[in-house]
């Protein structure tokens, strides 16, 4: 029998092809590239923002407005601020059923110390339980510190616009007005604050804020120590300030010293550092009022450091920052806490070059930072622009409505 052998045939086989993978791709965590163009059309797209937005939008879902009549004492407005957790609140003029402007902290500070410098604490301590508030535009006359502007914006103004009337009228806060459509009478509807605009900013524009990645010191946002101070009083040599043009006090100087800075400079905050220039605290407005409050008036010739025994448990304690932290990290920080200045201190750059880590290096406040945000001149707007801007009807109420 022939046996034909045949070549052996592998057994077909079927092709197999890989299934598309489900999975999605992570996202890169490679930082977008930086630059200054970048950094200037996450501004440009911030300021567009605020364009488009008006004052409502920047409202709290819930709030409570306190008002107070220019006919109450001082002392009583003083604990309701106090007792509400604010630090300013709108004037009414009841007799004219008018806004009247808006009492400070700061306004506290003129007071104190136009008694301090005309009285003694007991005729001090008596005026201010009767003084009204009505009159404290003559004391701040007699001081010969500024009147603060009486301006006011509709909440259906834009955000941006209220803003620059912040910026140039060096203001806090804006109050916002409107018109009762039956008497035609004035109605304060809230007040808009730096705080609360950046906080705006820093919760809707979080895609920009990554792009704001330049270092303060490189963008000259704040105020900084010179290094070029003016040369000593040849009569007063010890009144040099190292840190000019801050103003600083220490740890012995007396409450009274920094109530005066306070009213000459009209600042709200001084750094307390030690003898090698580290800042170990921050004396406020708000401290000066809390001891005026509980009615030691003799307690303003107390040292800072025995004054600081007497401020509230609550204190959040002081917000520093280095030169080489970015703006955007400083918006960050905005959304998270209740931020209203940032000492800028010596960081490890420069301890390298023979500094010493936590010395004053400068200070920031919120000014600072929505006035770099705005800007003095707008992304792709001109001069005449921002002339007609400012030419634009914003409110302006009589200084004389509460006096």
Sequence with gaps: MNTTLLPSVAPSSKTLKRKGSTRRRAPSHIPPPQSQETHDAALHAIRNLLKGRTSYDAFPVSFRLIVLDTKLNVKKALQCLLLNGVVSAPLWNSEKSKFAGMLTVLDIIHLIQYYYDTANYEAAAADVETFRLESIRDIERSLGVATPPM???????????????????????????????????????????????????????????????????????????????????????????????????????????????????????????????VVVNLYETVDVITLVRLGAYQSLDLTISEALNQRSPDFPG??????????????????????????????????????????????????????????????????????????????????????
């Design 318 to 403: 002081v917000v520093i920052c280095t030169a080489g932290d970015s703006l955007g990290t400083l918006l960050e920080l905005i959304k998270k806490r209740r931020v209203h200045r940032l000492v800028v201190v010596e960081g490890d750059e420069e301890e390298k070059k023979g500094g010493k880590k936590g010395r004053l290096l400068g200070i920031i406040t919120l000014s600072d930072v929505l006035r770099y945000v705005i800007g003095e001149v707008g992304i792709g707007e001109s001069v005449e622009e921002i002339a007609a801007l400012s030419a634009a009807p914003s409110t302006l109420l009589s200084p004389d409505v509460i006096s």
């Design 151 to 277: 301006l006011a914006e509709h909440p259906n103004s834009t955000l941006y616009k209220a803003a620059r009337v912040l910026i140039q009228t060096h203001a806090r806060r804006l109050p916002l007005l409107d018109y009762d459509t039956e008497t035609g009478h004035e109605v304060i509807v809230s007040v808009l604050t730096q705080y609360r605009l950046l906080k705006f900013i820093s919760i809707n524009c979080t895609r920009e804020i990554q792009q704001l990645h330049l270092s303060l010191r490189k963008l000259k946002i704040g105020t900084y120590v010179s290094s070029n101070p003016p040369p000593p009083d040849p009569e007063n040599p010890e009144t040099q300030n190292p840190y000019y043009p801050i103003a600083t006090a220490t740890l012995d100087t007396p409450v009274f010293d920094v109530v005066h800075m306070f009213s000459e400079r009209a600042i709200s905050a001084v750094p307390i550092i030690d003898q090698d220039g």
